[in-house]
């Protein structure tokens, strides 16, 4: 079709209150979490009754959000803490960090522990929800910067360097990174999105 041909239909849904929503992961089924960067706060939308509801928690913000099965991890970023809301007791588990720094994105890996990219400390931070223990995990290029993160297939963790212009992966089961860059480094990769033939996308920023 041509550019004229192409139609779209778009619905916007207002929240209750004011609010800053960031971040959006859908469970595959009614609901949709948003994340609030203006509030310590999360919020639901059921799709089908196009209703919000708010969670609230003690804390600065969230950022970016995880859903890994009955919970919904976040990053305070500003209180250097991360946290969990359990669906199904709708409580929140709050955890500050080992260390102050700016935490952005988290993913959880095939064995439950959740990564924490911490871009201010270039390093990535692994938790054991078991042990409630921390890892750190530095990478080799300093500054690095890393933003987001996403688990391929095989298990592995990928993430992007805003700072560094490459993108790494880390095996979390022996801690080894490899990074990547083209010839000129990227500028400011911020976010990683793997398509269903395994082909990894790479947003620049600022390019």
């Given amino acids: 079709p041509r550019l004229g041909d192409l139609r779209t239909d778009i619905t916007e849904y207002t929240l209750p209150e004011d609010a800053a929503p960031l971040y959006p992961v859908y469970d595959g089924d009614d609901t949709i979490w948003l994340s609030d960067s203006s509030q310590p ?43 969990y809301f359990d669906i199904d007791s709708e409580q929140f588990t709050i955890i500050p960090l080992p260390i102050k720094s700016i935490p952005i994105s988290l993913e959880t890996d095939n064995v439950g522990n959740v990564w924490i990219a911490l871009v201010d400390q270039h390093m990535l931070l692994k938790y054991d929800p078991v042990s409630e223990q921390f890892t750190e995990h530095k990478i080799p290029t300093i500054p690095a910067g890393p933003v987001a993160l996403t688990r391929d297939q095989n298990g592995m963790i990928w993430f ?37 033939d395994g082909t990894l996308l790479v947003s620049e920023h600022t390019a």
Avoid at 166 to 195: C, H, R, W
């Fill in 41 to 83: 706060r999360l919020w639901k939308f059921s799709i089908s009754q196009k209703q919000f509801t708010p969670y609230q928690f003690e804390g600065k913000t969230t950022v970016f959000l995880k859903l890994d099965g009955s919970k919904v991890w976040f990053t305070d970023t500003p209180d250097s803490k991360i946290g």
């Fill in 160 to 196: 992007a360097e805003s700072q560094g212009g490459k993108i790494g992966v880390i095996n979390p089961d022996t801690g080894k990174i490899q990074e990547y860059s083209p010839s000129e480094p990227l500028k400011e990769p911020f976010f990683l999105l793997f398509e269903k």
